[in-house]
C-alpha cells in the first residue's frame, strides 16, 4: 500500500517555463488536495477534488491547473513558473471530502529561478 | 476568517525534558477538529494527535498530550521524556465545517542530547 506518491521529489525550473506535478493514491480516496508550503508559514491550499470529475479553487489558486479524471490522479498543472512559485507542494487525499483523516504525500521542492 | 496562531518559532528542550508548544486559534464555529503534525527533515507530514472539540477530555498518544482550553481558543501540545527523534517542526491545524485544513506557523522544536 504504497498511500499518496508524489512525483518528482525535486524540481527545478526556469522563469516561464511548464510543468505538471503529479500525485497518485492507491486508497480508493475521494478527496485530493494540493497545498504549498513557505517558510515562516503553515501550508497553504492551492485546488482540491472531492471527486473524479470535480475541482474547485482554495486560498491560492492563481498561476495552477488541475484537473481529475480518475479517482487516483490530482496533477498540479504550473502554466508559466515564475519566482514565486518557489516552494514545496504537498499532495494530500482523504476518504471523503466530509472525513477528518489526511493522508499526505512526501511533498516535492520546487524551486523556480 | 478562521487563524492559527504559533507564538513560538523555535524551541529547544534537552532529552528526557517536557516541552509545551502553543497553539491559539480564533472561529465562530462550535464544532471542529484540531490537530498537531509533525514534519521532520524528511519532510514527511505525520499525524501526533486529533481532538474533536465536542470532547471535553484531552487527547492523548504515547508521550503526546494536548491541553485544550475550548473557550479560550488554546490547543497545546505536550511531549514528555522527549527524544532525539522528536526533532522537528510542528505545525497546529484547525478543521472547519467544510473540513479544510487551516494551518499555523509551525515551531521548529530541537531537542538537544
Known amino acids: 500500500n504504497a498511500g499518496v506518491t508524489q512525483t518528482p521529489k525535486f524540481q527545478v525550473l526556469k522563469t516561464g517555463q511548464s510543468m505538471t506535478l503529479q500525485c497518485a493514491q492507491d486508497?480508493?480516496?475521494?478527496?485530493m488536495s494540493w497545498y504549498r508550503q513557505d517558510p515562516g508559514m503553515g501550508l497553504r491550499l492551492i485546488h482540491y477534488s472531492v471527486g473524479a470529475g470535480i475541482t474547485d479553487q482554495g486560498e491560492v489558486p492563481n498561476g495552477y491547473n488541475v484537473s481529475r479524471s480518475t479517482t487516483e490522479d490530482f496533477p498540479l498543472r504550473l502554466l508559466s513558473a515564475a519566482p514565486s512559485q518557489t516552494s514545496v507542494y504537498f499532495c494530500?487525499?482523504?476518504?471523503?471530502?466530509?472525513?477528518?483523516?489526511?493522508?499526505f504525500g512526501s511533498g516535492t521542492r520546487l524551486t523556480v529561478v | 476568517a478562521q487563524t492559527v496562531t504559533q507564538s513560538q518559532p523555535e524551541m529547544s528542550v534537552q532529552e528526557a525534558e517536557t516541552v509545551t508548544l502553543s497553539c491559539t486559534y480564533d472561529?465562530?464555529?462550535?464544532?471542529?477538529?484540531l490537530f498537531w503534525y509533525k514534519q521532520p527533515p524528511s519532510r514527511q507530514m505525520i499525524l501526533v494527535i486529533r481532538?474533536?472539540?465536542?470532547k471535553q477530555q484531552n487527547a492523548t498518544e504515547n508521550r503526546f498530550s494536548v491541553n485544550f482550553q475550548k473557550a479560550a481558543k488554546s490547543f497545546s501540545l505536550k511531549i514528555s521524556d522527549s527524544q532525539l527523534g522528536d526533532t522537528a517542526m510542528y505545525f497546529c491545524a484547525f478543521m472547519d465545517s467544510n473540513y479544510q485544513l487551516i494551518w499555523g506557523a509551525g515551531t521548529k522544536l530541537i531537542i538537544k542530547p
Open positions: 472561529t465562530s464555529e462550535n464544532n471542529y477538529y
Open positions: 494530500a487525499s482523504s476518504y471523503s471530502w466530509n472525513y477528518y483523516g489526511y493522508t
Open positions: 481532538q474533536e472539540a465536542y
Open positions: 486508497m480508493n480516496h475521494e478527496y
